[in-house]
Nanobody, 128 residues
């Protein structure tokens, strides 16, 4: 049974940090690109970051560049999203997702439909 389980969300003050984790099971994790998406109340789901399955190359949306870092540990079947210098506009439910669509040397989060496995999400609230 395929599962992606996010953890690490919570309430943090502006300027603070959180580290989200995505624990995967039920599929060959190392063969899949991983994406992080987020959805704020009343807004569409937005792609945030992704990491390739092969070389570990990464991509981040402009609004989080320099603040967020995506990583993966294939031995542990986990992916992480380190979020620093958090802003109120980062408040959202964060989802991790997996896909084999891209092969091993690229990824994108422009289209959530590229991803076929999804977690249930973890809430991140940035507020003073």
């Amino acid at each position: 049974q395929v599962q992606l389980v996010e953890s690490g969300g919570g309430l943090v003050q502006p300027g603070g940090s959180l580290r989200l984790s995505c624990a995967a099971s039920g599929f060959t994790f190392g063969d899949y690109a991983i994406g992080w998406f987020r959805q704020a109340p009343g807004k569409e789901r937005e792609g945030v970051s992704c990491i390739e399955s092969g070389n570990g190359g990464t991509w981040h949306v402009d609004s989080v560049k320099g603040r967020f870092t995506i990583s993966r540990d294939n031995a542990a079947n986990t992916a992480n999203l380190q979020m620093n210098s958090l802003k109120s506009e980062d408040t959202a439910v964060y989802y991790c997702a997996a896909t084999r669509r891209f092969g091993r040397s690229w990824c994108r989060v422009a289209y959530s439909t590229d991803y076929n496995y999804w977690g249930r999400g973890t809430q991140v609230t940035v507020s003073s």
